[in-house]
């Protein structure tokens, strides 16, 4: 019999077996699978018609259908699927507010203010961090003022980081140019760009702030002393003064290749590898969804990179950039 392979895709047995059957026998007649596969005649003509409308089969007349080649089929699943897992991964991050409500029936007296966790265990604040990394859907922004991480530190981030950017969501990130000077910290600041991250430079902060989705905002207990604890705000109005704190930091900033790249006049050696593997994808020809796995970005990141690299060459579409790109020796 085999596996259900597809069943991750909300494929069941049986429709998997009839596809499998028709892929692999495109002329078998309508009124003859029950026979080829043993299956129950009544149910045949259900299970075709919920193939047709995945686009896994499509009916060319009453008694014939065709098996749609599985790559394409198999995206659209895949994206639907997304899709659904997306909206229920909302109704699960909207039902952690319960924690709140539930805390009120306890009518107990809080230790710090109304909206904001304090954690002093370093492995409760990794924990919660993950926790917001997690439920993260759309943005994470960040003010490091480390000089330098060790090789801990970025084993640490790393699957953080690259969960965060490969599910597509909008990173930023702000450094101090002096962090720059320790090649292990510069590589990995390189790797977060290269799969969508956004980072920028600055002289001199002392800030250090975490927030994600402009909704959740973490910041050290003591700015002196990071290892005493941590503070989760989850109030609206300190949350945006933060939020408002990270942009103006960002707007002081430089982007990293630019600081980089200081004194080169080579417009392609601004680009990272990521952007040269877009431009080599456009002129693929292939789908966003295909390019984007060949990449090892999210569909999401992949077209804003498009985007970006449109605006860089002055395209007006994407045949045109390619076109401008190949002009310029940049594929």
Sequence with gaps: MGTNEMAVLGIAEDEERIYRHFLRNPETPVTEVHLALELDPKSIERQLGRLCELGLLRRLDRETVAPVDPEGAVARLIDQRLGELHEELQQVTASRRLAESLRSEQRRPEATPRGIE?????????????????????EVLSVEPYTALTPENIQQSRPLDLRCLNRGLSVRNVVLREALEDADTLAYLRELEAHGARIRVVDETTERVLIYDRHSAVVPLDPEDSGRGALIAHEGALVNNLVALFERIWDQGEDLDDVLNEGGDDEESALS?????VFVAMCSGDKDEVNARSIGVSVRTYRRHVAELMQLLGAGNRAQAALLARDRGWV
Excluded: G, K, S, Y
């Excluded at 002093?120 to 859907?137: G, P, V």
């Excluded at 590898?273 to 593997?277: A, C, G, N």
């Design 273 to 277: 590898e990521v952007e040269r593997q």
């Design 118 to 138: 304090q954690l002093t265990e370093l492995h409760e604040i990794r924990d919660r961090i993950d926790d917001l990394a997690f439920f993260a859907r759309d």
